[in-house]
């Protein structure tokens, strides 16, 4: 296995490692590069999103473009719900508004797991969308990494 085929950190997870773990998860998503985040992916990953089936690296480039294109001023938060050696449980919360300037905070779960390299085989994400008004906004830091400061999930009430 080649380093470049490496994806620090790698199971089994520690508590600390799984932290890190979600927090460069929730940064490549916040960058909204859809080609960059993909490689974080086995190129034979598994997602289920929403009602939607994913089956590989490039499927997963493919839905994110999509899902970037309609999800516009996307800002994330995870948070790390539990781990195992090789699998990791989060919590999130993201903000985003359509083409008509509709706001949306859409929470979920996701279940992942890893292959031995460090990159994500399966993904399996139940979201649900809450609409919202501008000013009920709580992700208002500039767009792309959300900055080390800014309050997560459990301290913002979420």
């Known amino acids: 296995m080649s380093t ?15 932290l890190l773990k979600v927090r460069l998860a929730e940064d490549g998503w916040n960058s909204r590069d859809a080609a960059k985040v993909a490689l974080a992916y086995t190129p034979d990953t598994q997602w289920r999103n929403r009602a939607e089936f994913v089956n590989s690296r490039a499927e997963a ?18 948070e790390l719900w539990a781990f195992t050696d090789n699998r990791i449980a989060v919590r999130y ?6 083409d008509s300037g509709n706001w949306f905070r859409s929470y979920g779960n996701e279940n992942w797991a890893f292959a031995e390299n460090g990159l994500m085989a399966h993904r399996f994400a139940c979201i649900n969308d809450l609409p919202i008004q501008e000013s009920e906004r709580k992700f208002r830091w500039p767009l792309g990494r959300r900055p080390d400061d800014h309050p997560g999930l459990s301290q913002l009430g979420l």
């Open 4 to 18: 470049a085929e490496i994806r620090q950190p790698t199971p089994p997870f520690t508590r600390e490692s799984a």
């Open 61 to 78: 480039q493919a839905f994110l473009e999509r899902k970037w294109c309609k999800e516009l001023e996307y800002r994330l938060i995870k």
């Open 93 to 98: 919360a993201y903000e985003w508004h359509d």
